[in-house]
């Protein structure tokens, strides 16, 4: 690993290790100084029916802020549904990319593990380049790959919730075991949360509340970018084990001997 | 003819196609991030001036919005 | 607080909030570049017996980097021991300032609590700047607040451990009473750590071992100089509350009915 | 004269100096970073010429290193 | 809740909510003797290639001490294999129970959820009282309850990892959502996280490698049985709330004056 | 270590390793209760303001329940204070035992730790029998020890705050080096915790608000006494280590081949 | 006739039965804890005398042992 | 004579001992888990008979309560 290395998805290369989710955004000023801020080069969106009464599309404030677009699925409860809105986002958006979110409970927003394969298998065969939106489960994460996903995007805790990486063990597992990409996705609070998912060797981090939701949206998209590239480096620079006692930092040898009843 | 879009009644006129649908709802035929679905199966673009619509056909128009 | 708020200890102003600890690089060219990538302003260094055999002083290192120096009293066991030091200090580096360590237990490398408040009190009375290192102990902080400290320097584990921030919650304590800025000093081990410390409020993070004994020590210098601004900007701009359950960050209303049973 | 310099055993001249240990090891007078104490006291650099050491004096002269 | 409610599964009550895992231990005097110290009542077995070289039936040493069997199909990596194996599990035990596991990964030992809900199904078809081993995530476990399992056995951490429970989050959402017992399977090391998994609300908790493979197997099933006991009724208890700040438990009012400066 | 061995605490034997503290109940008849239920030997009691429309002494309770008495100096902010209380509770109870705090914040209520070891030496002179409430801070555990206490009782958190360990590495380095016994006062809030503070290696553990205060604190007395004994039982039966990977309790060895497609 | 008993090729007479073979393996045939597959298909006890073998049959007979 | 007894003032007469206070409190000379401090300083049970107040004495009556 070469901490420069560009972040390689399918047969694209991001040189931004921070993928930015533009739901939650008070309005479209926020979002794009927030964009501008976390560096992003890849926004997912979403689609919802036509809103006659709403003037501007977000699409004007990614292409001024020259990103790319990441359509999602979200809000789909089973493989059908979200098979045909990742076809509708491939209309809409004129991509293959596809966040393949296949939701299963609408009080916690977890996939389901069964209607999440059968979704990707479909889309795979579709000819999408499909980025799901998975569990922590090293078994349900080696499936998406192994039906041709082009990364897999595991979560910390539950949407929107703040609580970090509530497992880092099986995180850590789907990265020794995976030859995809992997994205964290979800969960992330604030900046230490995005440096730790890059030190345990996560490939880049997804991040849409952490961001859209804080105070100040442009400040925390800044600090989370930050954080991405502390932990990507830290990551890379080969931190030191941790130890039960203390290693001293200052050298032990040639204390000087200050007792005077030796003197005189 | 009664179909509907969005999730309300609308009345057309027999021979109504996708692409009126659309027009009515104020949207340009190359907006970006618009799609439509009849039916429950995607209607590219391309085929919006050609697809009649069938009594009780349910149209869904939509848009991209902000999303996580 | 502003983010680009200098750092102001005593009568002092510091844009850096990363305090470099010189001990444990392998050679100066190490140091010297661990110290740039750090940005920081502020490093400290020890007094050992001199030794004839050792050419060039870290002295003209820390010089060439434009940086200051803060002595330390590691090693000292007692309060005598270390007053002496600081007195030591004062001589070789012309400085008021002094990181005071008193260390009660030499595998832990821990504070001794009472001698070390009895040297800090002594030396507040001697003319010091006085910057003690501590345990994560409120009243122990308060203490030495109390008695003329200029900062008050707590461990998150012991020195060089790697451990983090075993107990977050006193640090948090110690950071709601004092009115002394509050340095994280002992216990990062990588970014994240650096990161936490900024989150939970601190007025600044030192690091030696952590960088140091890094595999690659300018990167991780680099890496939790970012980290520390990461922390810092993310405690401004206001994280999202934790929350049991999800919040969707893609709007719930507007979802298209995808079902064709009801069509035709 | 029998003193001690940083922990060796060392034979001086009588009336030798604080000034005299530290040029033995081969340090400038006005190298930075380095200190000394006499018998559990520091001795101030301006003094190091005038300040006699006595039989069994304990002289530390200590220098700069890289401390965390 | 009351405490001294009994276990029901099923159309089955337990006075026990300690299930005995009977893998690993060195020899069935060890067995017999965890046994009885557990009080089990309900011991997992499984089936593999009969040795004729194999004297004594572990079934004996069962029988011998009053519990009932419920065998598994450990091993099995397809839902196909793991049908056939609880087809065969009720030849040989003559019972419809059967501890479900499905694995996906053999250095992890994790289920694999889309092949555990297949097998889950055709299971309950087929008559079989399905208990399953599952991941920690609720929407699978939820799935299986939808199936038809009695029970759901969530993991606290892999099998024999004896790391606890890694995610007591996921555990609590899938003891609010359960409407049938909730099973502790996997993880437990030693007797706190027993007693912790009661706290949450797990309505029993399995053991086999926690106990057997303990220095002093016995010890530990005793310790083990105590704990349950103990987490059970600390949460019929109703446990004081977490605070940031200390509460006195002795009172603050009332204390003596006992400062001489005042007197005389 | 043997499990049945007695807990010895100066020249004395105890069966129980759980303290109970005797503040916070909500009258005598449910700290009676929780007394039995509690098998505790040794009960804390404090002194106040005598209140003479107070009638029944809790010493009549605790005499029925056959414990013995172990007056505190809780309230005490400094040394002074503290000493006089314990030559207080001398006359009051009896007895030279002495549960010291010298408390050094109101809000934590955290010890003060040099007045703590002041107060500790001027009374193990007087010829107090002194076990006192510490913080987690091993080096001050051992000046405690090294001034005369005959066990040390360091806080898992703050007194009533119900937040457990807070940093079990401290606590077992305190126990590491400790030659009197180790006693976890403070910070327990259910069982497990008890069971966790035993398996670490406490000799004992003090509980007050946790039981006091618990919705039905009799139940919880009982839950917290089987931690106890768990935990230590747990201790001595030698737990499985903590493994990265799982290992399997059933053997994988002998899986039957219930492939179809080489048969016929 | 070549079968195949728990992973190990045995010669047996035409007309073999799972009883046989069970009873090869030292197995009472009122044996608790133990099950056969025949070809991946459970073979119940009482079918035992009367299921003849094929030649390349696969059989499995189980039986319990300690497990997780 | 004025006296402070658990910092509630008092006027008794003049000779009043440790023992009148107590009685006043209504305590039995021989009750458990009560003991009295005079000006800070412990005033063991038998000499409370013999220990007279003096002016503005302040008394401090205690007994036992639950604690942890």
């Known amino acids: 690993m070469s901490v420069s290395d560009p972040l390689r998805i399918a047969n694209r290369e991001f040189g931004s290790r921070l993928i930015l989710g533009t739901g939650g955004f008070a309005n479209h000023e926020l979002l794009a100084r927030a964009c501008e801020e976390s560096r992003a080069e890849l926004c997912t969106v979403a689609l919802r029916r036509l809103d006659p009464a709403s003037r501007g599309s977000i699409l004007d404030v990614l ?50 593990a069964v209607e999440l394969v059968a ?50 063990y099986n995180i850590s597992i789907i990265l020794e075991q995976s030859e995809v990409p992997v ?71 040639g204390m000087a001997d200050l007792d005077a009843s030796l003197g005189a | 003819m009664n179909v509907t879009v969005n999730g309300q009644p609308r009345e057309l006129p027999a021979g109504a196609t996708v692409a009126n649908v659309v027009d009515l709802l104020d949207v340009a035929p190359e907006a970006r991030g618009v799609a439509v679905a009849l039916d429950g199966e995607v209607v590219t673009r391309s085929r919006w001036p050609a697809t009649e619509l069938r009594e009780g056909a349910l149209v869904e128009v939509v848009a991209a919005i902000g999303g996580g």
């Open chain 1, 183 to 253: 994205i964290l996705d979800a969960g992330v609070g604030t900046a230490s949360d995005a440096a730790l998912a890059m030190e345990l060797g996560c490939d880049a981090v997804l991040c849409a509340s952490a961001i859209s939701r804080a105070h100040d949206p442009a400040a925390m998209a800044r600090a989370i970018r930050l954080a991405v590239d502390a932990g990507r480096l830290a990551r890379g620079a080969g931190r030191i084990p941790r130890r039960r006692y203390a290693q001293a930092s200052t050298p032990e040898a």
């Open chain 1, 63 to 112: 292409q001024a802020a020259g990103v790319e677009v990441l359509p999602n699925t979200a809000g789909c409860f089973t493989a059908r549904d979200a098979v045909v809105t990742a076809h509708l986002a491939r209309e809409a958006f004129e991509t293959d990319w596809i966040k393949l979110e296949v939701i299963g409970d609408d009080r916690t927003l977890l996939p389901d």
């Open chain 1, 119 to 168: 979704a990707a298998e479909e889309l795979v065969g579709d000819g999408f380049v499909v980025l799901p939106y998975t569990t922590d489960d090293p078994v349900l994460a080696r499936r998406l790959e192994d039906v041709g996903c082009v990364a897999v995007m595991p979560l910390g805790s539950p949407i929107g919730s703040g609580m970090g990486i509530r497992n880092p």
